[in-house]
């Protein structure tokens, strides 16, 4: 009999067959989804706490703090609630009112800062006053171990060790930089682009951090080309996912989608994997799909 954590992982590939402008190459969306949380960030809270728990940081009587965008936190409330752990998750005021909810759902504690900028600062404020155990997303390398435990080698096999390219959105980087790690190591050929914002747009889960705030994870050359989205495109191509292909996912994932397909048109073949990192469901409040 399984657990809850034991659906974590394993998502499927599905293959965009409407909305490819190149014949000769294939475009698969992984659907993160599918993990029992909805979104891609379901790997890294689980290996985050367990890695933590395993080597001892959390102590009897801590609370868990974190700052997230969204979806980090609900993985983190939902895997805290497995291992009976309390949790407090600092959020930008933005962030739309089906991630607040779910999240408190699982009996998490939501304070809601500025800006993401500011609820990182936060975190670190009420961590360094005792009490707390922060797991730090942004510089903790169970981060992108998971990605490379896991996510990678499920690329890998599913597409019969053919991918060419890896597309991903960039928040945190942990994505990216496991998968990197996995797939560079199987070939050194295959290409990982990663997504940024261009000035000016607001994409959640995408970002271009200035440089005091750049995820300490992240490492520039484990990338070979950064894409830049306007926030229409990322918009206009969640929306194209939804009506065309059948696949409602968030703002972030239509961005990786229209990196892929603007990468596909560049290519005479080939086989592009990209990361659809949640579900639409979180953002029907907004007005992406309207």
């Known amino acids: 009999m399984s657990s809850l954590l034991d659906l974590v992982g394993n998502t499927p590939l599905v293959e965009l067959r409407k909305i490819n402008p190149n014949p000769r190459v294939t475009i698969f969306g992984k659907l993160e989804g599918n993990n029992p949380g909805g979104s891609v960030k379901d790997r890294a809270a689980h290996s985050m706490i367990k890695g933590a728990l395993e080597r001892g940081e959390i102590r009897p009587g801590m609370k868990l703090i974190e700052a997230t965008s969204g979806n980090t936190g609900i993985a983190l409330a939902m895997i805290a609630r497995l291992f009976d752990l309390d949790i407090e998750l600092i959020m930008p005021q933005n962030s739309t009112r089906e991630r607040v909810l779910t999240m408190e759902a699982y009996g998490a504690t939501v304070v809601l800062a500025e800006t993401m900028e500011g609820a990182r600062d936060l975190a670190d404020e009420k961590a360094a006053a005792g009490g707390y155990f922060m797991l730090n997303q942004f510089a903790n390398d169970d981060n992108w171990k998971a990605h490379y435990r896991n996510t990678g080698p499920e690329i890998y096999r599913d597409t019969d060790q053919k991918v060419t390219h890896f597309v991903s959105s960039m928040g945190t980087t942990g994505t990216i930089m496991g998968v990197s790690r996995y797939l560079k190591e199987q070939d050194p050929g295959i290409q990982i682009v990663g997504c940024q914002p261009t000035d000016g747009s607001s994409i959640p889960g995408i970002r271009k951090w200035p440089q005091e705030y750049l995820p300490k994870i992240f490492d520039r050359e484990r990338v070979d080309r950064v894409m830049e989205v306007t926030q229409d495109n990322a918009v206009l191509t969640t929306r194209r996912l939804a009506r065309e292909e059948a ?13 892929a397909l603007e990468l596909a048109k560049e290519l005479d073949e080939g086989i592009i994997v990209f990361i659809v990192c949640d ?10 799909f309207g």
């Open 247 to 259: 696949i409602f996912a968030g703002m972030s994932s239509g961005g990786a989608a229209w990196a």
């Open 279 to 288: 579900r639409g469901d979180r953002y029907l409040s907004t007005d992406l």
